[in-house]
């Protein structure tokens, strides 16, 4: 990188304040680390001699323990108390769930790793999802969402390539164990700025406006569509980490089977398009109404997984389809991480702000709950997973005409 180019990327980065960039980068290293986890333990355990139900089993059982730690972070916040606890907790657990998935060589082991994840995942995202919004005045809170979940996507792109890399070279599980190295770097991130980030945020709750009364008139008016969307393009984005490499690795009807080499090529090429689009989509998005980036997401997604199901009786030109609905699976997704988030925190009261984005949170959970296990069990049965992705398509077609028309 040439001086000035350096120089514009430290200017760049220096216009944001200093707690936003410090999540920034705790971000960055928890998707850092959870990046292989999420896109290769399917694989992973699938090779030692899982089967399809019993791995979509521990993801549903994560997304279940995910719930209830929820509805605990989620009062907790709610209380404002010493914010730098449930970053600790979380990191410790997923360090736990690091051991346990490591040695694992069974489906006891495996469940229980997975059980700790979704703890983990429960008290971490509702906490860091909720201190962006009082740590990046001021600059718009769509844009400082838009800049985390591009630090995101870089730390999960990097996260599935050098983990995958690790796995083939060096150890087969190597990824939990980069997990447990990023779960150490943040607690110390957290420990050595504990008493300025609580400061930061007292006095940005202090000085903070509550548009209850408005607020409160859209919440009741656009919830069922803002909770409907959100769940199902979650569902999508489970069925995309979990279902999706399964699907290609078995093979489809007519579809030939892939090997792991172009399966982690494919994953790593929607999330190298998720690093490089999500910054520009998401500031794209803000500009636009706090509802326009659900539709946008949804109809991408509906497409997608319609180019899936298609893909699946295919032969030849199969592979061109699952490469176009790539595309747009990473348009979609980089349209919904930050707008999801901004939505839900604009129409929660202030007193109330912790629940609405551990309920957000649960909606990812729930994502897990069914929708690996459904598709696990139908790989089992039928070995590809074309009817999962047109049930996917329909939903999501149907879901962006009821919210087409709606405003915010």
């Known amino acids: 990188m040439s001086p000035n180019k350096f120089l514009i990327g430290k200017l760049w980065w220096s216009q944001f304040p200093f707690h936003l960039r410090l999540i920034t980068k705790i971000r960055f290293f928890a998707s850092f680390g959870a990046g292989g986890v999420i896109y290769l333990t399917s694989l992973i355990f699938n090779n030692i001699g899982l089967s399809a139900t019993e791995i979509g089993l521990g993801f549903t059982i994560s997304a279940i323990i995910g719930t209830l730690t929820r509805l605990f972070t989620g009062e907790y916040l709610n209380k404002a108390c010493k914010i730098h606890y449930p970053f600790v907790i979380s990191s410790l657990i997923s360090i736990a769930a690091g051991f346990f998935l490591i040695i694992s060589k069974d489906s ?45 996507a870089l730390g999960i792109f990097l996260g599935v390539f050098i983990g995958g890399f690790m796995n083939y070279f060096l150890y087969f599980k190597s990824i939990f164990i980069n997990d447990i190295f990023c779960m150490f770097t943040i607690i110390f991130l957290i420990l050595r700025n504990k008493f300025s980030i609580q400061k930061t945020l007292e006095n940005s709750q202090n000085n903070s406006l509550d548009l209850i009364n408005f ?194």
Request: charged share 10%.
């Open 108 to 152: 006891y082991f495996y469940i229980l790793g997975q059980a700790l994840i979704g703890a983990a995942a429960g008290i971490y995202w509702p906490t860091v999802e909720y201190v962006v919004p009082y740590f990046c005045h001021p600059v718009d809170t769509r844009k400082a969402y838009a800049l985390v979940r591009s630090s995101e």
């Open 215 to 408: 607020n409160q008139y859209r919440l009741n008016k656009n919830t069922f569509s803002i909770v409907l969307s959100i769940v199902l393009i979650t569902t999508s984005l489970a069925l995309i980490q979990v279902t999706l490499p399964l699907d290609l690795v078995k093979g489809g009807f007519y579809r030939e089977v892939l090997n792991e080499q172009l399966i982690s090529f494919i994953i790593s090429f929607q999330l190298i398009l998720l690093l490089i689009l999500q910054w520009p989509i998401g500031s794209w998005i803000s500009k636009k109404g706090k509802l326009f980036g659900l539709k946008f997401s949804l109809i991408n997604f509906a497409f997608a997984s319609f180019l899936l199901f298609i893909s699946s009786y295919l032969n030849i030109g199969a592979f061109s389809f699952v490469f176009v609905a790539i595309i747009l699976i990473s348009l979609g997704t980089s349209s919904f991480l930050p707008t999801s988030t901004d939505v839900v925190y604009s129409i929660a009261p202030k007193s109330k702000k912790g629940y609405a984005l551990a309920l957000l949170s649960q909606c990812f959970a729930m994502g897990y709950f069914f929708g690996p296990f459904i598709s696990g069990r139908v790989l089992d049965l039928f070995g590809y997973a074309s009817i999962i992705w047109l049930g996917i398509s329909f939903l999501c077609f149907l879901t962006f005409a009821i919210l087409l028309k709606k405003m915010f």
